[in-house]
């Protein structure tokens, strides 16, 4: 999946200037890192989740950097299709969104996409997928240093209106 590079307005008074085209490729960990406000979350809402979700091709997992409302969307969907499970928790909502995909994913095999917005789970999100689903394209955000074999895109303020993005070799 590829994001052409060039100028893309986010929210009022904020854009991201990407400065080369970003491939998203299974079987890839990409990292998306830069300092808070430098867009990462608002690159993730706002262009590559709704570029995933054009074509009902692929599996999308997007675990959020506030989970709240995600407990409350995975109580409400297990309550129907698996009410006897209780989910309580952050853990238990990674948990059953894991497993939806296995399950999915072995029903119907096709290109999985899974994003992990500064999780506390992220490297049990990262196992997980490594175990069961390892051509899963896994894309997370942090302010740390990468882990080994991830590709870098780096989010660098300009101003307060404007941030570049671009690919780093780490």
Same mark, same amino acid.
């Given at each position: 999946?590829?994001?052409?590079? =060039? ?8 854009? /991201?200037? /990407?400065?080369?085209? /970003?491939?998203?490729?299974?079987? *890839?960990?990409? *990292?998306?890192? =830069?300092?808070? =406000? &430098? =867009?990462?979350? #608002? ?19 997007? $675990?959020?950097?506030?989970?709240? /409302? ?7 969907? %297990?309550?129907?299709?698996? !009410?006897?499970?209780?989910?309580? %928790? ?5 948990? $059953?969104?894991?497993? %939806?995909?296995?399950?999915?994913f072995?029903?119907?095999?096709? !290109?999985?996409?899974?994003i992990?917005?500064? #999780? ?7 196992n $997980?997928?490594?175990?069961n ?8 955000? &942090? *302010?740390?240093? !990468?882990? *080994?074999? %991830? ?11 404007? &941030? ?7």
């Open positions: 999946m590829r994001i052409e590079k =060039g100028l893309y307005s986010i929210w009022l008074n904020f854009s /991201l200037n /990407l400065t080369s085209d /970003l491939d998203f490729q299974p079987g *890839h960990i990409y *990292h998306l890192r =830069g300092n808070n =406000g &430098s =867009g990462k979350s #608002s690159f993730v809402t706002q262009i590559l989740l709704p570029s995933l979700l054009v074509l009902n091709i692929r599996y999308v997992v997007y $675990f959020e950097q506030q989970m709240h /409302l995600q407990i409350q969307m995975a109580k409400a969907y %297990s309550s129907v299709i698996k !009410p006897r499970i209780g989910i309580k %928790s952050e853990q238990e909502t990674v948990d $059953f969104l894991l497993q %939806s995909l296995l399950t999915k072995k029903e119907e095999p096709r !290109p999985c996409y899974v992990i917005d500064e #999780s506390p789970y992220d490297s049990k999100i990262r $997980f997928l490594d175990t689903i390892p051509d899963c394209c896994q894309i997370y955000t &942090s *302010h740390s240093e !990468p882990i *080994h074999k %991830s590709e870098s895109v780096l989010f660098e303020p300009l101003s307060t209106r404007l &941030s570049r993005v671009h690919a780093i070799q780490n």
